[in-house]
Each structure stands twice: as C-alpha cells, then as structure tokens.
C-alpha cells in the first residue's frame, strides 16, 4: 500500500530544477505532499485532491495524475532553503479515519 | 495554520521505565490523531490512530500493550511506551487531522526518545 517515490536522492546545485515522482499501485484519491528537514516534524506543503489538479506556491507546484495513479512535485529555479527530504502520502481509509500512508522519501541536496 | 505541539521534545531514560508524550493541538479540536515513529533515514511509519473518546487502532505489528494511547479529549493524545527498551528508540510525530480542512493533517514538532 505505500506509494513508491523516484528518484530516492537527487543533489542539485542552488537555481536548478528538480521533479519527484510519486506513484500508487492503488487508485488514488487524493495526494498530500510534505518537506521533512533533518530532526524535524514534516512541514505540509500541498494536497491534490482530483484528478488533473495542479497547485503551487512560489516555485514549487505538484500535478496529480488520477488515471496514471501519480502525481509529480515540480521545484523550479532550487533555493538552498528547498533542501529536506519530500515524503508524498496516500490516504487509504482504516480506524475510523482517513489515514496517511507514506511514500520512502526522496532526499533533496541543494548546493550552492 | 494549525498548531500542534508536542511534550516533551525529547527525552532520554533506562531501559524498563515507561515514557509519556503528550500532543496537543493548540488552536483547533482534533477527533483523529495519528501517532508516527521514524528511524534515520526513513520514512514516516503510522504506529496507530487515535480517535476522541474512543480506543486506538493500531497497524499490523504494533503491540497495543506496549504502546498505549489516550485521546481524552478533543486537543490531547498521549502515547505512552511501556517498559521502553533500547530499541524503542526513535522519533515519534504525532500529526492532528483537522476536519474542517479536508483531511489536512499538521504534525507536531516530534519527540526523541533515547532509551539507554
């Protein structure tokens, strides 16, 4: 059930762009896209919720691709700040809720 | 945004005692809290569900004994790990699922526990 992230790593220097790509053997319903940086709590960045939605702040944007069961986070022109690590979650339903389940992370290395 | 805490931030014990961190959220009412735990390096591991005024569902692996969460009221969930053992150790996030944002979840700052 947990999504799959590519690449796993990518190291970019600083105004480079990047695309991490998030699928799902499962259809989705809804993608949820959060930036986690070392010793920290994931910080939320952004939730797709239909098929063929794209959104974005500043320079970084996500598509959701319902058919395709994937969705693709897009970070342009790379600042230093961008570096973490970038986790997509899928919601699967269970207990009661809407629950997350994780992809592995794809590590983000921006250098100057 | 949404505020969530968490107590304490970290916390280093003996092996065999037992550890409570608290989650709160501070500036909406949660009914559903989920509690994660991550070792270096990888992913996010959803330990268990914690629903308002009712028991926790755990995920397949996660001995409920063991781990026992309280959601007593609509902006706490603890989680306490019982007789902790060094490989206990870890950081666990707790997130609180805001209803009235679809299904936006917000993380606390996360709890490091070192158990020696």
């Known amino acids: 059930q947990q999504p799959v992230q590519s690449p796993q790593a990518v190291i970019l220097r600083e105004g480079e762009d990047a695309v991490i790509n998030c699928s799902s053997s499962?259809?989705?319903?809804?993608v949820h896209w959060y930036r986690q940086k070392h010793g920290e709590a994931p910080v939320f960045l952004m939730i797709?919720?239909?098929g063929g939605e794209q959104k974005g702040h500043e320079k970084i944007s996500a598509s959701f691709n319902e058919k395709k069961q994937q969705s693709s986070l897009y970070l342009t022109a790379s600042q230093l700040s961008y570096s973490g690590t970038y986790f997509c979650g899928t919601e699967i339903w269970g207990g009661g809720a809407q629950k997350l389940v994780f992809g592995q992370g794809t590590r983000l290395t921006i250098n100057p | 945004g949404a505020v969530v805490s968490q107590h304490p931030s970290w916390v280093i014990c003996k092996s065999g005692t037992s550890v409570k961190i608290e989650c709160r959220s501070l500036d909406f009412q949660a009914t559903t809290m989920f509690w994660y735990r991550q070792f270096p390096k990888q992913s996010l591991m959803l330990m268990a569900t914690s629903n308002e005024g009712s028991k926790a569902t755990y995920e397949q692996g996660v001995e409920k004994d063991k781990f026992l969460i309280n959601h007593a009221s609509l902006t706490l969930s603890t989680l306490t790990v019982t007789s902790a053992h060094p490989e206990d150790s870890s950081f666990y996030i707790c997130?609180?699922?805001?209803?009235?944002?679809?299904?936006?979840?917000?993380f606390g700052p996360g709890t490091r526990l070192t158990v020696l």
């Open positions: 797709l919720l239909k």
């Open positions: 997130s609180a699922l805001d209803s009235l944002r679809y299904n936006e979840q917000f």
């Open positions: 499962k259809a989705l319903y809804s």
